[in-house]
């Protein structure tokens, strides 16, 4: 059954836009991280739910013994790993700065938030964008990345099923540059929210239209098609929270309709490890 329009059309930028102004005025009062984590968690929690109440595919709601590996690669990579290369990557900073801050100011901090904000995302999503493409171009890479396609259906913890390699990669694209270009603290963590929030919605298995917010998000309806089995779908919309540079480089690719349910993964994954131990060391194996 086909969920109301406003639903359809309304949610994820209510829950985007609505999440990002909570989290502004959140973030003024309580420690950044602790926004961010909230703002994670609250967003999982209603993505978890929307599926129940509006499935992009309702067999993609039943587990096919994916959530403890889904859960597992989330813990370690999203959580341990990047709280971890954070704090390296700070003590380097402090020990060449004696500061966890950059001495130089490339940043327009006198710009409005939001406008900071959109800044910071796009010039991150480009260093993301090729590492992406390689990922799916470059043998070695892609060994590493086949993890995150392995997945046999798609739903909220998709968003965390990444190899620790692969998540470490994303990590150097992203908050190093930012931190570099001396971007604030607070932007940072707004940037972390706009992330969690969309790559949770991004994988829900949700029936969402986003309309002409597709030529601005890469959002599900893009991104499915990046989990595309074969045809161009697989090589195209590499864009994490963007898909500006997709657009720009002639990779985004929207059919204008759905991709079909079964039509995701990759040749020979009927044989690839469901397991965590497993999909750690597929990359390795011969
Ligand atoms: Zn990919």
Known sequence: MTPPAIARYGLFPLAMFGGLAL??????????????????????????????????????NHPRGDRLTDFLHTAVSFIALSEVLRAVFLAALAALFGAAVVPWTLWPVDWPWPLQL???????????YWLHRWMHTVPALWRLHAVHHSAPRMYWLNAGRFHPLDAGLIFFTQL???????????????????????????????????????HLFAMAELHRWHHARRGPGGHSNYGGNLICWDQLFGTRYDPGHDIPPDAIGFEGDETYPTDYIGQLAAPFRR
Not at 28 to 33: D, E, K, L, V
């Open 118 to 128: 959109l800044l910071a995302l796009a010039i991150a999503e480009l260093p993301y």
């Open 23 to 60: 989290a502004w005025w959140a973030m003024q009062r309580i420690s950044p991280p602790l926004v961010v984590g909230v703002a994670s968690l609250a967003t999982a929690l209603v993505v978890a739910v929307a599926e129940r109440l509006m499935p992009f595919d309702p067999a993609w």
């Open 176 to 214: 190093p540059v930012l931190m570099l270009l001396g971007v604030p603290p607070a932007i940072i963590s707004m940037f972390l929210v706009v992330g969690a929030i969309h790559g949770l919605f991004q994988h829900g298995n949700l029936d969402l239209r986003l309309g002409p917010l597709n």
